[in-house]
Every structure is written in structure tokens, then in C-alpha cells.
């Protein structure tokens, strides 16, 4: 489930590429989102709202400006289409303690909507929920 989790979030270059809202919206949004999978950690470098890459680590001393982490399961509800009820939205999953957000929030609230889409983009790419 990591692997699955993992290659979906390394397809968000093209995903946002390929869409132009997320773009134009995201225009003046430039952050490092360290994205926590496990024990897997991934940092996709946004800049202009445009996803530049995604790296993988383990990283030594990499910086991030926010970074997001939570389990495989808990990215696979919240990548699954539709995701279920209280799965949809990263800030619902941080309210009931299975995601959490550290670091400099004030970028990643300027930047919340598109930060939320993006990650939302390989949403149906990861399989279905299982309750």
C-alpha cells in the first residue's frame, strides 16, 4: 500500500502540470511540502504553483516548509474516489488526529487551497477504500 501511495504522489509534477487552474491559482505559492507516507517521506518542491518535482528520500538534513504525514491507509481513504466521509480534505484528517501538519504554517495557510488541491490531484489512482 506504501508503494501504491508513494508512485501517486510522485506523478503530482504532471498531474499539476496538466492543469491550469492549479496554476493560475497558485501563481504566488512557493513552499517545500515534505509529504510523510509511514516511514516513507517525500518532498514536493512547489514554485509558482508549479509542482517543480517530487523527491524521495531518506533526506539528511533536508529542509521543508510544511510537512504532512500520516499512514498509508489514511492517504489511500483520502486518494480514493470518492474518499469517504471525514477522509476528503487533509485539514478533516487533521481535526481527528489521523494526519499531521508541522511546520511554518504561515506559507501553507496563504497557500492552503492550493497546497489541498494538489495533493488531491492522484486522487482514483490509488484504489478503493476498504472500511
Known amino acids: 500500500m506504501t508503494s501504491a501511495v508513494v508512485a501517486a504522489f510522485s506523478r503530482l509534477p504532471e498531474l499539476a502540470a496538466a492543469d491550469a487552474d492549479i496554476a493560475r491559482r497558485g501563481r504566488h505559492a512557493t513552499l ?8 516513507e517521506t517525500l518532498i514536493a518542491r512547489i514554485v509558482g504553483g508549479d509542482v517543480k518535482d517530487v523527491l524521495r528520500g531518506p533526506f539528511l538534513l533536508r529542509p521543508w516548509t510544511i510537512a504532512i504525514r500520516a499512514e498509508p491507509e489514511v ?23 489521523a494526519l499531521r501538519i508541522e511546520g511554518n504554517l504561515q506559507p501553507f495557510m496563504a497557500s ?18 476498504k472500511s
Do not use: E, N, Y
Open 32 to 39: 517545500d511540502v515534505a509529504i510523510g507516507v509511514g516511514s
Open 112 to 129: 492552503l487551497q492550493v497546497v489541498k488541491d494538489i495533493l488531491a490531484l492522484p486522487r482514483g489512482m490509488v484504489g478503493t477504500h
Open 75 to 97: 492517504w489511500q481513504a483520502f486518494l480514493s474516489d470518492p474518499p469517504p466521509p471525514g477522509s476528503h480534505d487533509i485539514l478533516a484528517l487533521s481535526k481527528r488526529g
